[in-house]
């Protein structure tokens, strides 16, 4: 019996190759925090006293990203992310540190944007000036709510009046800062309004700040709130809310570029930028992942996620120069179109159709059935040209993207 072999069995066979390397930024992370808040799944740990190694962090990270230098020889940086966790309870002299490593080591883009998140209860006046002289260039603060009440059942550590002082120092020192704010919040007993809602967005915009990110809280798996859920606003008052704050940021001049952040014409945050047009980002701190393109392949990375055992794992892997890798896998070929779709209809204004193949290596036609789909339920609109997810499609993103989900094949 001989076999038949397609031409469509062979091209499926074919490694996808990728003609240019997307950008590259860095995301470096810091995972400790003064208090683990009820809502939060990030890979954060508590401060507690003497188990902040700083300096010895400090050194892991630089080795850290001296071993995963042959992934990336040679690709110039264009943003850098320092995330957590609060980073903003390391000194000054750590992220300069960091900062001197990294501009040693790779080719960071002249006036790359360099990014470092904070929370009002860690401001210092003049920590947040030594931030600045040291690279800083863009803050971002976690304020999620200015209103005491919606705080203390978040568990944050700030109140009203220290986030407003917050605000206030950042501004001194930064002329590109990120609020950070949460909608559909407990409020102890009860759920939060929509007049409460609308008094958050608009002492935001009061503000003036360039960009503004409003998150739906959502009670993730693994965390107290999902445990013990608190009273929070039913779907049909959320979906006002996020109406409403859509609405009052639009009004004020901001764009709604992704799914959940808004910024003034032209100060968008390149690095998140990066993340949903599928660009890679190298990763390194406890429990950071990387997205690597190389001609022939795609990776993803996720380093240790314990602090201990990633700083324990760093020393071990430095002395054979590897990195300190708890998972890696490469994208499969039927994983690119939808990894694609899952960051990039996230944006408001969609992607170039050419950037599909220029990402993923893979022609737009390898997603032509799901498009087809997509389109005849009035989730998504396309030409030749661009690709973009209607109204519908971005309230209902979910159901949009379970259209490109991979096909599972049973044995």
């Not at 960091?98 to 501009?103: E, F, G, H, N, S």
């Not at 080591?105 to 944007?113: F, G, I, N, Q, Y």
């Not at 992704?258 to 390149?270: D, I, M, N, Y």
């Amino acid at each position: 019996m001989s076999a038949v072999i397609s031409l469509s069995s062979i091209l499926g066979s074919q490694v996808p190759r990728l003609q240019i390397l997307p950008p590259l930024s860095l995301y470096i992370h810091l995972p400790w925090c003064v208090k683990k808040c009820p809502y939060c799944d990030f890979n954060s740990h508590e401060a507690r006293s003497g188990n902040m190694p700083e300096d010895d962090y400090v050194a892991a990270l630089i080795h850290d990203l001296e071993t995963a230098l042959p992934q990336i020889w040679g690709r110039k940086v264009v943003s850098v992310f320092f995330g957590g966790g609060t980073p903003s309870l390391f000194s000054a002299r750590s992220i300069d540190t960091i900062l001197t490593a990294v501009r040693t080591l790779l080719p960071l883009e002249h006036l790359a944007e360099v990014t470092l998140e904070a929370n009002p209860g860690t401001v210092e006046a003049q920590k947040f000036a030594d931030f600045r002289a040291v690279g800083i260039n863009r803050l971002s603060l976690g304020i999620q709510s200015f209103n005491p009440k919606h705080l203390q059942a978040l568990g944050r550590i700030h109140d009203g009046d220290e986030a407003r002082r917050a605000v206030e120092i950042a501004q001194k020192n930064f002329d590109n800062v990120n609020l950070d704010l949460m909608y559909a919040l407990p409020n102890n007993a009860t759920e939060q309004t929509l007049d409460e809602a609308r008094q958050d967005i608009t002492t935001a915009v009061s503000y003036g700040v360039p960009h503004i990110s409003a998150y739906h809280l959502t009670l993730e798996p693994n965390t107290l709130f999902h445990r013990y859920p608190p009273p929070l606003p039913d779907d049909d008052l959320a979906a006002e809310m996020q109406v409403m704050i859509e609405q009052m940021l639009a009004d004020n001049g901001y764009v709604n570029y992704e799914t959940s952040a808004f910024a003034q014409p032209g100060r968008e945050s390149r690095h998140n930028l990066n993340y949903w047009l599928f660009g890679d980002y190298l990763g390194i701190g406890a429990g950071a992942h990387s997205k690597i393109s190389f001609a022939d392949k795609i990776v993803r990375q996720m380093r240790y996620k314990q602090p201990a055992e990633y700083l324990a794992k760093t020393a071990a892997s430095a002395m054979l120069a590897d990195a300190p890798l708890q998972e890696h896998h490469e994208v499969g070929r039927d994983e690119r179109g939808f990894e694609f779709m899952m960051n990039a209809l996230r944006l408001t204004a969609g992607f170039a159709t050419e950037m599909f193949q220029q990402r993923t290596g893979l022609p737009i036609t390898a997603i032509q059935q799901q498009l087809n789909e997509a389109e005849r339920r009035g989730l998504i609109m396309r030409d030749h040209q661009r690709i973009t997810p209607t109204l519908t499609g971005r309230r209902f993103l979910n159901d949009l993207l379970q259209i490109f989900l991979p096909e599972k094949t049973g044995a």
